[in-house]
């Protein structure tokens, strides 16, 4: 499976953005997929991921505030970012595993959000 992230940019703090995760080449609802983020000079973290059976985890700094969610017609996951921080300033990047597999091991590039204060 290929994945194309995108929907990030340059919003003021308190609003919102929705980052988008578009699979190509094999079917996306097969698979779990994760949303990281990684802060210049801070480790990847996992941001929020839902499973094949559309179970999901959101990390405790976004909760209440990010949501994840999949539309399987168009083949793509969603990451609605609302009430945005400054300190959610990152590159995302969405991954996917099939179910069965421990690790995340199809990834799409990263896409900027910048939270100014």
């Known amino acids: 499976v290929q994945l194309q992230a995108s929907g990030g940019g340059l919003v003021q703090a308190g609003g919102s953005l929705r980052l988008s995760c578009a699979a190509s080449g094999s079917t996306l609802r097969l698979y779990n997929v994760g949303w990281y983020r990684q802060a210049p000079g801070k480790e990847r973290e996992l941001v929020a991921r839902?499973?094949?059976?559309?179970?999901?985890e959101l990390a405790d700094p976004v909760q209440g505030r990010f949501t994840i969610s999949r539309d399987n017609a168009k083949n793509t996951v969603y990451l609605q970012m609302n009430s945005l921080k400054p300190e959610d300033t990152a590159i995302y990047y969405c991954?996917?595993?099939?179910?069965?597999?421990?690790?995340?091991?199809?990834w799409g590039q990263g896409t900027q959000v910048t939270v100014s204060s």
């Open positions: 839902i499973k094949s059976d559309d179970s999901t």
């Open positions: 991954a996917a595993r099939r179910p069965m597999s421990r690790d995340y091991n199809y």
